[in-house]
């Protein structure tokens, strides 16, 4: 009997996760159609299929399947960002203009999805009732770019600021360029702003930086 129940544990597992996966694909979904506040349950269970209880068994609430898709977003569009400024070998003042290249590209693959996972979570009145999730997140993500800037602002590769300051000012003109091209403020592709975005943020940090002391 116990074997029995030893070989059935895996495909219940399966099963279950396949389920979660289920919710949460169509979670997201609706959240790109109406926007996270709009997001009913009785919608998520007909269109997902699954029953209202087993919603509530795997994520607690709706308040539950927000924040899964909450931190599935996040980790995906920072990590990609994180990954671009790793990955560039030079000056890491143009590593960070990358990793603003990179917020442009990824929101250029579904202008529509990042605007209702990322930009209108970021201003919304759940976030500020989840902050603490939040800062906990971005401390797991941004842990390598920090571990990677750290001798780059000793030696003086990076201006020395907050790291909350040097992320805002990587991301916000890339959020920015973005806002104003879904506003209909600029014609052409998302992805054609990047290269100038990009730019603009290098020399923006390297402007910052503290000269040399045979120049000050």
Not at 43 to 56: A, K, Q, T, W
Not at 72 to 100: F, K, N, Q, T, W
Not at 126 to 150: F, G
Request: glycine share 8%.
């Amino acid at each position: 009997m116990d074997k029995q129940i030893l070989h059935m544990r895996p495909m219940v597992q399966k099963r279950s996760q396949k389920t979660r996966d289920l919710v949460l694909d169509t979670a997201t979904e609706l959240v790109i159609e109406h926007g996270h506040q709009n997001m009913a349950m009785k919608d998520l269970v007909e269109r997902s299929g699954v029953s209202n209880g087993s919603i509530f068994h795997h994520f607690g609430s709706k308040d539950g399947v927000l924040e899964a898709i909450f931190v599935s977003e996040r980790r995906a569009y920072l990590g990609y960002v994180a990954e671009c400024i790793l990955g560039y070998d030079g000056d890491p003042c143009e590593a960070m203009g990358e990793g603003a290249r990179a917020a442009i590209l990824f929101q250029a693959r579904d202008p529509q999805r990042h605007f209702r996972l990322i930009t209108q979570f970021s201003h919304s009145e759940w976030l500020a009732q989840n902050t603490q999730l939040w800062a906990d997140l971005a401390v797991e993500i941004e842990r390598p770019v920090m571990e990677w800037a750290i001798p780059h602002l000793a030696a003086g590769r990076l201006p020395m600021l907050p790291p909350a300051t040097i992320q805002s000012l990587m991301l916000g003109p890339a959020e920015l360029v973005c806002n104003q091209w879904r506003n209909g403020r600029m014609g052409g592709a998302l992805e054609d702003q990047a290269p100038a975005v990009a730019r603009f943020v290098a020399e923006g940090l390297k402007a910052l930086r503290s000269p040399p002391p045979s120049e000050a």
